[in-house]
């Protein structure tokens, strides 16, 4: 299955920010989009079969739950720019 999620960067919670890979299957290991700022931003984690998606700045809330096929049509989409209506 091709990575479609390069615009995603790894973001460990001890350190916001950092350059990083693909995700990971490690729920330790955050990954937030390249364009957000240290606002709230959504981010997302790899749990074997599982995507979690979370508020950074809630991030102790319990976390969205999709599968990764789910997430990769949802991230699709996105890239398709089906979903621009919801933003300015």
């Not at 999620?5 to 920010?17: I, N, Y």
């Not at 079969?49 to 991230?75: G, I, K, W, Y």
Request: proline content about 7%; overall charge negative; charged content about 25%.
């Amino acid at each position: 299955m091709p990575n479609h999620l390069t615009a995603l960067r790894r973001t460990p919670p001890e350190a916001v920010g950092t350059e990083g890979g693909p995700m990971r299957d490690i729920k330790s290991e955050w990954q937030r989009s390249s364009f957000c700022s240290n606002a709230g931003c959504l981010e997302a984690t790899r749990e074997g079969d599982t995507v979690l998606l979370r508020n950074s700045q809630d991030p102790l809330a319990e976390p969205v739950r999709v599968s990764v096929e789910e997430f990769e049509v949802f991230a699709l989409g996105v890239k398709n720019g089906e979903f621009d209506g919801l933003v300015a």
